[in-house]
């Protein structure tokens, strides 16, 4: 199976910093990454799909960028909604969607 | 409007088993796979498996092959998991996830399970 690694694991940031995570997967997965957030004890919610598009209704403080093995989240400026834990998934092997282990965003 | 609604929580013990579902509503339940994913406590997304909704093919993760069955009921638009032969460490948030282009676009509640003596 396809391994997924985020980095950091957690990252502490201020309202209004920008912020980058990235994930790496094991081999070449083109396009095929998304990025999902999650809140405790919630289902996580898709944010960004095919590594550069936008869900609907997401706003566009998120975006997202890279292809192949190497992929970054931005979040141009942090809003107080935002600490939330950020999973990257990719969808190459299918149906096998691996998961990354996971961003945890904190307040600094 | 789209919508997945799992079962609610259990507590079993050690050896048991437990099925889970997840009812899809709002979209033709064929024309999407549905896989389950699961979360331990203070951990991350693990994924267990897929079952399509057309067919009822799965495909599951080594380490649950043997433990779990994945089925579906066209009639009701449900999907289940069953997973066997509980231990401790499968205490954990068990959620089932549309299956779109674009990735799980869709997702269930979540079912809490809990295994202990």
């Known amino acids: 199976d396809i391994q997924m690694t985020q980095s950091p694991s957690s990252l502490s940031a201020s309202v209004g910093d920008r912020v980058t995570i990235t994930c790496r997967a094991s081999?070449?997965?083109?396009?095929?990454l998304n990025w999902y957030q999650q809140k405790p004890g919630k289902a996580p919610n898709l944010l960004i799909y095919a590594a550069s598009s936008l869900q609907s209704g997401v706003p566009s403080r998120f975006s997202g960028s890279g292809s192949g093995t190497d992929f970054t989240l931005t979040i141009s400026t942090v809003q107080p909604e935002d600490f939330a834990t950020y999973y990257c998934?990719?969808?190459?092997?299918?149906?096998?969607?691996?998961f990354g282990q996971g961003t945890k965003l904190e307040i600094k | 409007q789209v919508q997945l609604v799992q079962s609610g929580a259990e507590v079993k013990k050690p050896g048991a088993s437990v099925k889970v579902s997840c009812k899809a509503s709002?979209?033709?339940?064929?024309?999407?796979?549905i896989s389950w994913v699961r979360q331990a406590p203070g951990q991350g997304l693990e994924w267990m498996g897929w079952?399509?909704?057309?067919?009822?093919?799965?495909d599951l993760a080594q380490k649950f092959q043997g433990r779990v069955t994945m089925t579906k009921d066209a009639s009701t638009s449900t999907v289940y998991m069953e997973l066997r032969s509980l231990r401790s460490d499968d205490t954990a948030l068990y959620f089932c996830?549309?299956?779109?282009?674009?990735?799980?676009?869709?997702w269930g509640q979540g079912t809490l399970i809990i295994v202990s003596s």
């Open positions: 081999q070449s997965i083109s396009s095929y």
């Open positions: 079952i399509s909704a057309y067919n009822g093919n799965t």
């Open positions: 709002g979209y033709i339940f064929p024309s999407y796979g």
């Open positions: 996830a549309r299956v779109d282009n674009t990735g799980y676009d869709r």
């Open positions: 998934q990719q969808s190459y092997s299918s149906p096998r969607y691996t």
